[in-house]
């Protein structure tokens, strides 16, 4: 048989389950801003790593396709 309460057992009941959720939706929404400033940090450091090491590799490609173009005499 379940457990009956009276009004004010249900009232403090209601009021404990309401705060765990918002406590609940608290964590949430901090953990998914510190998920989307962790993206954000990988990101710029792609970036980076792309511009320093796309030229070099760019640059590197460059010569192998003008080396293979051009003859030697």
Do not use: C, H, Q
């Amino acid at each position: 048989m379940p457990k009956l309460y009276v009004k004010p057992e249900a009232r403090k009941r209601k009021m404990k389950l309401r705060v765990m959720n918002e406590l609940a939706d608290f964590i949430g929404v901090v953990a998914g801003i510190a998920v989307i400033i962790a993206a954000l940090i990988l990101l710029s450091a792609l970036i980076s790593w792309i511009a320093t090491e796309g030229l070099t590799d760019t640059r590197a490609l460059i010569d192998l396709f003008t080396d293979a173009l051009i003859i030697p005499d």
